[in-house]
């Protein structure tokens, strides 16, 4: 069975730091592309970040570029996102996705993604 469990995130003050981790079982990481998607109240759900299957390429949305670092640690099947420079706009809920597709300026689910619980992340300022 699969499941993939988030951990991390929580309060923090403008300009501070925060970590997300997405740990799958039942599915090993480097199958699959993987990626971070958060969704902030009234807004649509959007791509923040994406990685391939062998972690040599990555996606950024543009407002979190050179701020937040998405990896994997295949060792211990986990899925990253170190998030630098936190700014009051990148409150959300963020979830973490398996076998997602992406390209040098989109990242999307497909239907047989699977998604973490979500963890909420609030930059107060």
């Not at 986990?78 to 009051?88: E, F, I």
């Not at 992406?102 to 990242?107: D, F, M, T």
Request: positive net charge; contains cysteine; hydrophobic residues 30%.
């Amino acid at each position: 069975q699969v499941q993939v469990v988030q951990s991390g995130g929580g309060l923090v003050q403008a300009g501070g730091s925060l970590r997300l981790s997405c740990t799958a079982s039942g599915l090993s990481i480097d199958d699959y592309n993987m990626g971070w998607f958060r969704q902030a109240p009234g807004k649509e759900r959007e791509g923040v970040s994406c990685i391939g299957w062998s972690g040599s390429s990555t996606y950024y949305e543009g407002s979190v570029k050179g701020r937040f670092t998405i990896s994997k640690d295949y060792a211990k099947n986990t899925l990253y996102l170190q998030m630098n420079s936190l700014k009051p706009e990148d409150t959300a809920m963020y979830y973490c996705a398996t076998d997602v597709n992406y390209s040098g300026s989109w990242c999307v689910v497909r239907p047989s993604s699977r998604w973490g619980q979500g963890t909420q992340v609030t930059v107060s300022s």
